[in-house]
């Protein structure tokens, strides 16, 4: 990359060493990330080759680092190597016309206090004048236009995480109008109370919706601020550990501003039919003693239709829209699905729960316990199920989907990759290099599965190199053919890129005309591949064409890792020797995409966590609720001899035998919604890897399990302080409450 003139111009953070002059013909920068990987230092020599012009791909020139900079902001060129030369270096790379093709732009640095809009419109009109067509942009503007190019104009990930919002506050919601449904269930007496001696309704229902008003600005100004420390903290780690130099941290005060106010306001929404029911008891009435207070819903039979009527209308709209590529259908029949199953919890969570209730009996009299309390009165399993369903359910099935359309896009992409690129490496060797060493080395490394040295031999009719290898060896490197596509490696065929035309392919091989069947394999344009076997049967005695370098076609192990590959990639090149490049293959792009995927499966780690929070806070407030409607239940076993511990552990099990199965069933509909997800979103590329438009889903199963050990564990510390509430209560007290 040309550096400015003005250094400042270029935006670059000096490291180490020094930018190169500007005469300075061979002096240049490297970013420090790519310095580290191949142990270059300032001083060192590297060579620098163009595409064309005095220094090409076979005569390089000698350059000397003078500097490290950091990595440039700009994801277009993360994981590149980034290099700064000066005018003169690249006059003596390319020539005088060497940055011909290359699109030239000015970079102008203005006055203090300039109008940068005036100058800008100057700027343009100076050009349209001198018969030029420019495009003029303000530094806000040209990023802008590059987040734009990068994103393809639309903000995918804000979509996500908004959806992910919106549920959020959906769950946020239930847990809210739960926990003040408990908090109205303790105080039951003491609101009695004050309306015998003279609160009116309106002042009862005012004092929780200001209690409420008050939670709210307190938690949601210290959701805000601890939102903004974790995703500080995310981003840093993730330029750190996700080697993501462009990820950068903003702040949006009207934002964190408008996040309070959604807050406050969703708290005292979700706060006001608790507050409307704490008025709806007669004073004298609540004072009398109640052996159950409980706060689940009877929805009834009005409940169970509209959510038959949502989960099977909405299945049958998202799997339509599926068929028939229609985003929105799929989309919006998906949600209403789910509103519907949401709807339903409560007739499958009992039942579920009852037959998970077996795995606890080895547990002893608490486990039997547990089992038995979980399902005894549906309406307060479906008042648990509530909160439960309402955040794991929804947490784990958004946290399956992910996973499940994270792991199927990694396999398809990687599918899609192999047609695209049928060979993993294609490594150009030096000039100097001895090829059968070389090949000997790279066979050697770690995770290579085969390799093939390929000679070049000649040149097609439109130039590409053809490049002659063992047709063993050549069979043994490509790693995957188009469907339908014969012939790898037999006499009188070449494997050219599937753009080629040509039929048959015309080439000079060894000093003689030749014609080739096409075999038609992906985008491989580093040249033209034929059998080595029958031009030694025709005379060729092996010789190189010593204009075109010779080259290694590498194949890796199918099961190295992708967090490997760069590595590898990197090993390989290593090991062919000094000058070594990798030109082509599939490998580099299957490593961009895999970190792609990763980091958002890492934002997906972190919707789990704040699902698991809600969720641990639901279960806590059912399970508060639980212990004041079972109070002299309680008492009555602690008098029958149960102990403390015992007590403890069948509050504790019912907890998470409830959360696990929420968790499960999570699952189960997140594999189910990811499926169709991967189906709507990769059809089109499965097509591509020759695998048809079905998407076979990949089931992450040790992922799930973790999710669902995640949600138990949650179950199990959201049991904890009620469960000790329970036990520290005395059998004569807890007989003795009304």
């Not at 039997?368 to 909160?387: D, E, K």
């Not at 149960?642 to 552990?649: D, E, I, K, N």
Request: proline letters at 6%; charged letters at 15%.
């Amino acid at each position: 990359m040309p550096l400015p003139r003005d250094p400042a111009l270029a935006g670059l953070t000096v490291t180490a060493g020094a930018l190169p002059a500007a005469d300075d013909a061979r002096g240049v920068t490297l970013d420090a990330q790519t310095a580290d990987r191949h142990g270059v230092a300032v001083g060192d020599v590297v060579a620098l080759a163009g595409e064309s012009g005095p220094a090409s791909a076979t005569t390089p020139v000698d350059a000397v680092v003078t500097g490290l900079t950091e990595p440039s902001p700009d994801p277009m060129l993360s994981g590149q190597a980034q290099v700064w030369a000066s005018p003169a270096a690249l006059t003596a790379v390319q020539g005088e016309d060497g940055e011909a093709g290359f699109t030239p732009h000015l970079l102008l640095r203005l006055a203090d206090g300039a109008d940068v809009p005036a100058v800008a419109e100057a700027a343009r009109a100076e050009a349209t004048a001198a018969g030029v067509d420019v495009d003029v942009a303000t530094p806000d503007e040209a990023v802008r236009s590059a987040v734009t190019q990068l994103s393809g104009g639309t903000d995918l990930l804000g979509w996500v995480l908004g959806g992910f919002a919106a549920l959020a506050l959906l769950v946020t919601a239930l847990v809210i109008a739960n926990t003040f449904q408990v908090l109205v269930a303790q105080r039951t007496r003491d609101l009695a109370l004050l309306r015998t001696v003279g609160s009116t309704t309106a002042q009862v229902r005012a004092s929780v919706l200001t209690e409420a008003a008050v939670v709210g600005v307190v938690g949601s100004v210290l959701g805000a601020g601890l939102a903004v420390a974790i995703v500080a903290g995310v981003a840093a780690a993730a330029r750190a550990m996700l080697d993501l130099p462009f990820l950068t941290f903003g702040l949006h005060p009207a934002g964190l501003a408008v996040s309070v106010a959604v807050g406050v306001a969703v708290t005292v929404l979700a706060a006001l039919a608790p507050a409307v029911a704490a008025t709806r008891v007669a004073p004298l009435e609540a004072l009398r003693p109640k052996d159950e207070v409980t706060a689940a819903s009877r929805g009834g039979r009005v409940r169970t239709a509209i959510g038959l009527v949502l989960a099977v209308g909405g299945t049958a709209l998202m799997l339509g829209g599926v068929s028939v590529r229609e985003p929105v259908s799929a989309i919006g029949g998906g949600a209403l699905s789910f509103v519907g199953v949401l709807l339903l919890a409560r007739l499958f969570v009992p039942a579920a729960v009852r037959g998970a209730a077996v795995l606890a009996r080895p547990a002893g009299v608490p486990g039997r316990l547990a089992g038995l309390n979980a399902v005894r009165h549906r309406s307060r399993t479906a008042a648990t199920a509530a909160a439960t369903a309402a955040a794991l359910l929804v947490g784990t099935t958004l946290v399956a989907l992910f996973l499940t359309g994270g792991r199927t896009a990694q396999e398809q992409t990687a599918l899609a990759l192999d047609t695209a690129y049928p060979v993993d490496l294609v490594v150009q060797l030096p000039a100097d290099a001895d090829p059968a060493r070389a090949a000997e080395a790279v066979a050697a490394t770690e995770d290579v599965q085969a390799v093939a040295l390929a000679t070049p031999v000649g040149a097609t009719e439109n130039g590409s190199p053809v490049l002659a290898t063992p047709a063993a060896d050549l069979r043994a490197v490509v790693a995957r053919l188009p469907e339908g596509v014969t012939g790898l490696g037999d006499p009188g065929t070449a494997l050219v890129p599937d753009w080629v035309d040509a039929d048959p392919v015309r080439a000079e091989v060894a000093g003689t005309e030749r014609t080739f069947v096409p075999v038609r394999a992906g985008s491989l344009s580093s040249g033209v591949y034929v059998a080595a076997e029958p031009l030694r049967e025709a005379g060729w005695d092996g010789a190189a064409d010593a204009a075109v370098p010779g080259q290694l076609l590498v194949a890796l192990d199918p099961g190295v890792p992708v967090d490997r590959l760069q590595g590898l990639s990197e090993d390989v090149t290593r090991a062919a020797g000094a000058g070594a490049a990798v030109i082509d293959g599939g490998a580099g792009e299957r490593a961009l995409y895999a970190r792609i995927i990763d980091a958002m499966l890492g934002i997906v780690v972190a919707l789990l966590a704040v699902s698991v929070l809600i969720a641990l806070i639901g279960v806590a407030n059912t399970l508060s609720l639980s212990v004041i409607e079972r109070t002299r239940e309680n008492a009555l076993l602690r008098a029958l001899g149960l102990t403390r511990g015992g007590l403890r552990g069948a509050i504790a099990i019912e907890a998470v035998l409830i959360a696990a199965v929420a968790a499960v069933l999570g699952c189960a509909l997140g594999v189910f919604y990811g499926w169709a997800g991967a189906q709507l979103v990769l059809a089109d590329l499965s097509a591509t890897a020759g695998a048809g438009t079905a998407v076979r889903p990949v089931v992450p199963w040790l992922e799930l399990g973790l999710v669902v050990a995640v949600a138990a564990l949650a179950g199990l510390a959201a049991s904890l302080l009620p469960a000790r509430r329970a036990a520290r209560l005395s059998p004569v007290a807890g007989l003795a409450a009304v």
